[in-house]
């Protein structure tokens, strides 16, 4: 096949990338999106701060744009992402009282995941919960108000609202095997799997420097995917794109049945939110670039 879409679609997979709303309108981005991806990542829209940014006033208004988008154009969407500390408001990260901090982020969740019901096919339910370098959750208001049970309440709330999403735990330094942050997720995957709390698939970001995956990426894809989920390449960067690098992580999904889909953070080298590392597969006039060759023959 000679685009990204077409041919990870030729092996069941998807080739995504993370769309900015307000780019929908150039004409060269959206050309490349149309043409090459087939499932999109909203790069903010769904973040907490633009969805609820104060408590109860939901604003759906730039997500929908790309919702319409893609489904005008046949693409899937990944929700991204109903808790994380980041890019939320201070009017959650201030709220101090276990109660009132659980039924606000069961309301977000369930608000949320009601107006895009039937439209999203996975959802990052909680984004970034570990520390680095350990295997403990970080801190952060939903840890330490509610403790280490937010991640699975988070997850029963989600599976209630839409039973037909699959729901995901995403992160970034998952990637290496022999990491204790990758030790810490997959124990927490792996005590849901036991204990029957819903979780259909795990996200590993993958934001590499220009090396590229860790030794050990494949395995770690292969252990996760052996507890019985779904894994993902879900916001794909290389620094400066090295050929060998997007080869040898395009690779390693291949050779995993259960990794059904990968995606870049981005669309042109303009676009990235790691712009001067020049990380993604088209230049800023929306050329391909060679590492784009290195993926689209290693799908
Ligand atoms: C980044 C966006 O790309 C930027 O535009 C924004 O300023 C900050 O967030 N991990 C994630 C993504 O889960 O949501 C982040 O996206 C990149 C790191």
Redesign the pocket.
């Known amino acids: 096949s000679s685009t990204l879409g077409a041919a990870a679609a030729d092996s069941g997979r998807y080739f995504g990338a ?1 769309v900015a709303a307000g780019r929908l309108g150039d004409s060269t981005y959206s050309t490349i999106l149309d043409r090459e991806f087939n499932m999109i990542t909203p ?2 829209e769904m ?1 907490w701060d633009t969805t609820e940014p104060s408590r109860g006033n939901f604003n759906f208004g730039p997500a929908d744009q790309i919702v319409s988008h893609a489904s005008a154009h046949g693409q899937r969407m990944r929700g ?2 109903l808790v994380w500390h ?2 939320l408001p201070g009017w959650v990260s201030s709220i101090g009282d276990a109660g009132t901090l659980r039924s606000v982020m069961n309301n977000h969740i369930t608000t949320v995941m009601n107006h895009y019901k039937g439209k999203i096919y996975a959802w990052d339910v909680v ?2 919960a570990f520390a680095d370098g350990s295997t403990q959750h970080r801190s952060s208001v939903f840890q330490n108000v509610l403790g280490n049970g937010f991640i699975e309440e988070a997850f029963r709330t989600a599976r209630s609202v839409d039973p037909a999403a699959k729901l995901c735990y ?1 992160d ?1 330094n998952i990637e290496n095997w022999s990491d204790a942050k990758t030790q810490g997720v997959y124990a927490m995957v792996k005590d849901f799997k036991a204990r029957g709390v819903p979780i259909d698939c795990v996200g590993l ?1 993958s ?1 590499f420097g220009s090396g590229g995956p860790p030794a050990g990426f494949q395995t770690t894809l292969s252990n996760f995917a052996a507890l019985g989920v779904d894994v993902q390449i879900t ?1 794909l960067d290389i620094a400066q794109a090295s050929l060998t690098a997007y080869g040898n992580t395009v690779r390693a999904c291949m050779n995993v049945a259960r990794c059904t889909g990968i995606t870049v ?1 981005g669309i042109r080298d303009s676009d990235s ?1 790691r712009s001067g590392e020049n990380p993604l597969l088209f230049d800023g006039n929306g050329n391909k670039k060679p590492a784009y060759d290195a993926v689209l023959s290693a799908l």
Request: proline fraction near 0%.
């Open positions: 993370a790069e903010n973040k991204h992402t980041g890019q984004n970034e995403n970034y970001q934001h916001e953070w939110w």
